[in-house]
């Protein structure tokens, strides 16, 4: 899947101009050497012009994944996400798990998560776990519908900059599969005591956080930030 | 491997955010508006003084209960993180114990320690060989978020069982300390600039 990647001069041919403002002296700069980037995890300069669709480029020297390549990577980035806002949304309206031991039977919705820790006079708690298993993921998804289908039609906003910024700050800090584990222990841990009964907002939000973790997966930092450039200099 | 491969030895500075390659003596990336720097700024002293106060967080988040359960008739019992875990043995949920042992002592405290392994041998060029330890990094980064898996059972068991008087679980303070710990050790893997270990590999070559 990887293909080797070479120091090697880039052939790429650049935005023309006759000024010398710091942009067009780091453009140059960049020629010079034939990279394309520095590779986050050790700073080695590498060229990953010329990857083929579905192609991924390492660094020689550490091993890190740099950039994978699709031709399709908006159009699926953005099915992944409308996807998995529908099934978040479908997640917060249903019954999320129930409960039931000697005859009494208790409900949960999955904003009753960080709900109850507020109840219990732990906002900061709420917070964080509201924060980490609905209000990132999201954020990052209504960002990155906002991101993709400007991609898409090839138009350029200012404000898309904005947009890929806060989705790759913001992304790290989704934990919608540590959630997911999260329940299961729950459960199991619960399982002698009592009935669990998984509801349809569990089943949905197993299936958002499928989704959430390919959309994620789909948008390569190093390419929508090149063709974020690309459609900005094509004004 | 040459000095002169990095971006660094060229006057080139990577944006963190967006990869894109810029002239060093910029301030702020021309393509995202991020801060530029060679090297994260003040990477060693600001991931010890985070490591620090994860270290500080750990010791309320191990001693204080991190959930209460109340049963009809029977007096309220707390549990630790690692008395949750005894008494998971006890009940015969091996698997799930182990589970919680791994997320919830293992990962949190051998992260702190790898990242105050780590710091420490780009303090004094540590032979190690560099490509293992930004492997290691690499792994410390990925695996830090999955320490959150005891809070989210806390959080969750809270929700779910409250039966009355029959049945009432509630979330204990030290699921806040615990919380804090790995968001805490998160912001610190962050900081580590893991460019260091190779610029201590290539000044240890060009010395010898
Ligand atoms: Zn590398
Ligand atoms: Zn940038």
């Known amino acids: ?235 | 491997m040459s000095n002169a491969h990095t971006a660094a030895a060229v006057g080139l500075a990577s944006c963190h955010l967006c990869c894109k390659l810029s002239p060093a003596h910029l301030q702020h990336c021309p393509r995202c508006g991020s801060r530029l720097h060679l090297r994260t700024e003040e990477s060693l002293q600001r991931t010890l003084a985070l490591l620090v106060t994860a270290c500080v967080l750990y010791i309320p988040a191990n001693l204080y209960p991190i959930m209460y359960t109340e049963h009809l008739g029977a007096p309220t019992e707390a549990s630790t993180i690692l008395g949750g875990i005894l008494l998971l043995i006890e009940l015969g949920s091996i698997p799930i114990a182990l589970v919680i042992f791994l997320f919830s002592v293992i990962v949190p405290s051998g992260k702190l320690m790898v990242l105050f392994y780590l710091c420490w041998s780009v303090h004094n060029h540590q032979v190690m060989d560099a490509k293992q330890r930004s492997q290691i990094y690499r792994v410390t980064e990925f695996i830090g978020k999955w320490s959150m898996i005891d809070v989210f059972v806390v959080a969750i068991l809270a929700a779910l069982v409250h039966l009355g008087d029959l049945m009432v679980i509630r979330p204990g303070v030290a699921a806040i300390s615990f919380a804090g710990v790995v968001i805490v050790t998160m912001i610190a893997a962050e900081c580590f600039d893991s460019r260091l270990i190779w610029d201590n590999a290539e000044q240890d070559q060009r010395e010898h």
């Not at chain 1, 990279?35 to 990857?51: K, Q, R, S």
């Not at chain 1, 806002?85 to 019954?95: G, Q, T």
């Not at chain 1, 349809?200 to 390569?220: E, G, H, N, P």
């Open chain 1, 1 to 235: 899947m990887s293909t080797s990647i070479s120091t090697a001069t880039s052939t790429r041919t650049r935005k023309a101009s006759g000024s010398t403002t710091p942009e067009d002296s780091a453009a140059r700069r960049v020629d010079e050497t034939g990279a394309d980037l520095a590779c986050p995890g050790c700073d080695l300069l590498v060229n990953v012009a010329g990857l083929h669709d579905g192609e991924s480029a390492a660094c020689p020297r550490c091993g890190h994944t740099l950039t994978r390549y699709r031709a399709d990577a908006s159009s699926r980035t953005l099915a992944f996400t409308v996807a998995a806002l529908i099934l978040l949304v479908i997640a917060n309206s249903f019954s999320f798990l129930s409960f039931s031991a000697g005859g009494l039977e208790n409900q949960m919705t999955l904003g009753q998560t960080p709900g109850t820790l507020f109840e219990y006079g732990m906002p900061s708690a709420a917070f964080i776990v509201g924060a980490f298993i609905i209000f990132i993921p999201a954020g990052v998804l209504v960002m990155m519908v906002g991101l993709c289908i400007p991609l898409l039609q090839q138009r350029y906003y200012p404000w898309l900059r904005t947009l890929a910024k806060g989705i790759f700050l913001a992304q790290n800090w989704a934990m919608v599969e540590v959630f997911i584990i999260g329940v299961i222990v729950a459960l199991v841990k619960i399982a002698a005591m009592a009935t669990v009964y998984l509801g349809v907002s569990f089943w949905a939000y197993v299936a958002f956080a499928i989704c959430f973790t390919l959309a994620v997966a789909s948008l390569d930092r190093y390419q929508c930030w090149q063709q974020i450039e690309a459609l900005e200099s094509m004004q």
